[in-house]
């Protein structure tokens, strides 16, 4: 799916993984990225035919990534997109024996970092020339108690809840944000689990990674079209959503979009009352 006219996008976490794989996919659509991350890329990298930029920045440290986007201002005066895809397992282990200095550490890579993100780049989302879109990154302990993994898990919660709010707060304007769960796809956080053992990680958790490496994962392709849409006019006016990029019926959004309005609680993060699994309490 081609989204519309090319975009200029910002992407940050684009030197390996899912980071790497949207910068390249965007790019074979004639979009322009920016990729953000914490380690040196060739401009070429991505085989972007002059499409791609980059930036090294660690996306928790304000005073840098506001930087970069003072950089990109300049040069492009403006950013229709952006993707806060940059994340880390940080602290694994039980939360009650953690490293209390690892485990702010990891809150801080992913939710803070994805919150300087957003925020840094606000002001040339506003220049879109149309409907800006914010895609930040959800998944795995966000839905569910995910042990071992609590920094995690906390982390991509926040950021659903963020998103949510960041949308009941832009009301009204040309602006959508939501975050995505990728799903289970193989990439260096898979190899990192496996490496650390079930002593670590926890014995399911080790099994269910084992399984999932071997098997070859999900698909990278359907959070490629996931991404594609969201990014282009097809979606104008989802927001505030975390949708499942393996999972959830996506693509008949827009056909439904008066049941997925600020106000609804339809893929969203909700406490659930006892009546309604049928309880009195």
């Not at 930029?53 to 986007?69: F, I, K, M, T, Y």
């Not at 289970?184 to 053992?197: C, M, Q």
Request: charged share 20%; net charge positive.
């Amino acid at each position: 799916m081609k989204t519309d006219d090319p975009l200029q996008i910002i992407i940050t976490g684009t030197s390996s993984g899912i980071g790497r794989a949207l910068a390249q996919s965007l790019m074979l659509s004639g979009h322009q990225v920016w990729g953000i991350a914490r380690t040196p890329q060739k401009n070429d990298a991505c085989n972007g035919k002059g499409l791609f930029r980059s930036s090294q920045c660690d996306v928790s440290s304000w005073d840098a990534l506001n930087a970069v986007a003072e950089i990109v201002s300049r040069e492009w005066g403006k950013v229709d997109a952006v993707i806060a895809c940059a994340g880390s397992h940080g602290e694994i282990g039980q939360a009650l024996a953690a490293s209390p200095m690892a485990w702010s550490e990891t809150i801080q890579s992913n939710l803070v970092g994805s919150f300087f993100t957003v925020r840094s780049f606000y002001p040339l989302l506003q220049k879109a020339a149309r409907r800006a879109k914010v895609v930040c990154f959800s998944g795995g302990g966000a839905t569910k108690a995910r042990p071992y993994f609590s920094a995690y898990g906390v982390a991509k919660t926040g950021i659903v809840r963020l998103v949510e709010t960041i949308a009941i707060e832009e009301k009204g304007k040309p602006f959508d944000i939501n975050a995505v769960a990728p799903g289970a796809i193989n990439t260096r956080l898979t190899d990192e689990i496996i490496a650390r053992g079930a002593s670590v990680v926890g014995e399911s958790e080790y099994q269910a990674t084992v399984k999932q490496k071997q098997n070859g994962g999900a698909s990278i392709e359907k959070l490629q079209k996931l991404i594609d849409w969201l990014l282009s006019s097809a979606s104008d006016g989802i927001t505030g959503r975390l949708i499942s990029a393996q999972w959830d019926n996506w693509a008949s959004f827009g056909k439904n979009s008066s049941s997925l309005s600020t106000e609804s609680d339809i893929y969203t993060l909700r406490r659930i009352l006892p009546e309604e699994r049928g309880m009195r309490m």
